[in-house]
């Protein structure tokens, strides 16, 4: 059992770097989520191929979000990250995210030390905007085969605002 949110914090919200844990890799099917209470991690569904996600996916340790989970990442990565990887990772921005009427916040976050690139990602306006229109295509339509309409992307915000995001969710978990 591996208990992420005893045995990591969520970082250095302040300095914009967080500690995030890979439940999904870039390009699976397989919607894993974490288990807190068992300290593992859980296949809740296969998706689609076609909805295989568009980029390493997970959540930040010692945060709670409005939908009652921890706090989503999206970890722009040149390659997969295997599940269960822990991330130092810099925020560059948010994705505005309402699944089933409850916010459900994707902060966006690339590795915080990234040599290949030479941390070339600094914020949301470094990504293609291709990348952000699959990001947001995926997250209006991934339920579409079964709950059409469910989902909505409600836009993106910058890295003051991913921060406000992180820490109401730290408090919110704090709090529980």
């Known amino acids: 059992m591996t208990d992420y949110n005893k045995l990591y914090t969520p970082g250095n919200v302040d300095e914009g770097v967080v500690t995030t844990v890979v439940e999904i890799p870039m390009g699976s099917m397989l919607k894993v989520e974490y288990n807190r209470e068992k300290g ?3 296949l809740d569904r296969v998706e689609p191929a076609i909805f295989a996600k568009p980029t390493n996916y997970g959540f930040i340790p010692g945060t709670l979000d409005e939908d009652g989970d921890e706090l989503d990442t999206l970890i722009v990565c040149p390659e ?13 921005g948010v994705l505005n995210f309402e699944d089933d009427g409850e916010m459900d916040h994707k902060v966006i976050c690339v590795p915080a030390d990234d040599r290949d690139s030479g941390n070339a990602i600094q914020t949301l306006a470094d990504l293609p905007e291709q990348w952000k229109r699959k990001v947001e295509y995926h997250f209006n339509t991934y339920k579409d085969l079964k709950k059409p309409g469910t989902t909505k992307v409600l836009g993106y915000g910058d ?8 820490n109401d969710c730290i408090k919110r978990y704090q709090e529980q």
């Open 159 to 166: 890295i003051e605002e991913a921060k406000a995001v992180i």
């Open 80 to 92: 997969n990250l295997p599940l269960g990887v822990v991330v130092e990772s810099r925020v560059i």
């Open 40 to 42: 593992t991690f859980e």
